[in-house]
């Protein structure tokens, strides 16, 4: 299966502690992005990554969130001190190159955050 | 402010009905997709259109762009229970970036 991977499905988190969401674009695949959708809402973008670079940072909040996508390795969301607000689903996604007229995205399952 | 309104919000048919789903925007958009999210998933891309008055057909789905490229409709013949779940659509204004609407949940009961 050469999907987009995304680990863990389900995270339950304490306010306060970290919380780490991975994913592993599709082979071939060198540009993911990261959206967030909360119940019965649209999915919202928060970053866009290429290999080593962040490319579109502007959906994610200013604090706590950060965004990388190394040389090796998934692409890694990282929450800091998480508050119940952060509660959602976190979806990856990942196209061979930029155009998404000619190269749609391929998302993940996800990974579904509660912040207790 | 929702960019892309799409509605109804929620649709409950029996199977062998027709139904339309629409995407409404203001906005201009190089391009608009539509996918279908089931519970627990993630969205799979349904179709992508492009041009201004762009009709694809995909089986018994029927996708049309407007022709100012700032609208679009699903219409799904025949509705099957197989075609149970959240429909999106979502529009790239170019930056590499969509703008998802909030969703139609559609239910085709047996």
């Known amino acids: 299966n050469a999907g987009v991977m995304q680990n863990p499905r389900h995270l339950v988190r304490r306010r306060g502690q970290e919380a780490r969401l991975r994913c592993s674009p599709m082979?071939?695949?060198?540009?993911v992005y990261w959206y967030r959708q909360l119940p019965e809402e649209g999915l919202k973008f928060m970053v866009y990554l290429q290999k080593e670079n962040i490319i579109d940072e502007s959906g994610m909040p200013k604090e706590r969130f950060s965004a990388e996508f190394p040389k090796e390795g998934p692409s890694i969301l990282r929450i800091q001190q998480v508050v119940r607000g952060d509660s959602a689903a976190y979806f990856c996604?990942?196209?061979?190159?930029?155009?998404?007229?000619?190269?749609?995205?391929?998302f993940g399952s996800g990974t579904r955050l509660t912040v207790v | 402010t929702q960019l892309l309104e799409q509605s109804p919000q929620f649709l409950s048919i029996q199977e062998g009905e027709n139904l339309t789903v629409y995407c409404n925007s203001s906005?201009?958009?190089?391009?608009l997709q539509w996918y279908r999210q089931e519970p627990g998933e993630g969205p799979v891309l349904l179709v992508t259109v492009v041009t201004g008055g762009e009709v694809k057909k995909l089986k018994r789905l029927t996708f049309q762009f407007g022709d100012a490229r700032k609208d679009s409709s699903l219409h799904i013949t025949a509705a099957q229970p197989g075609d149970t779940g959240l429909y999106l659509c979502?529009?790239?204004?170019?930056?590499?970036?969509?703008?998802f609407g909030a969703g139609t949940r559609l239910a085709v009961h047996p």
């Open positions: 996604a990942s196209s061979p190159r930029t155009g998404l007229q000619d190269y749609g995205y391929t």
């Open positions: 906005s201009v958009f190089s391009s």
């Open positions: 082979k071939g695949h060198s540009h």
């Open positions: 979502a529009g790239d204004r170019g930056y590499n970036k969509l703008i």
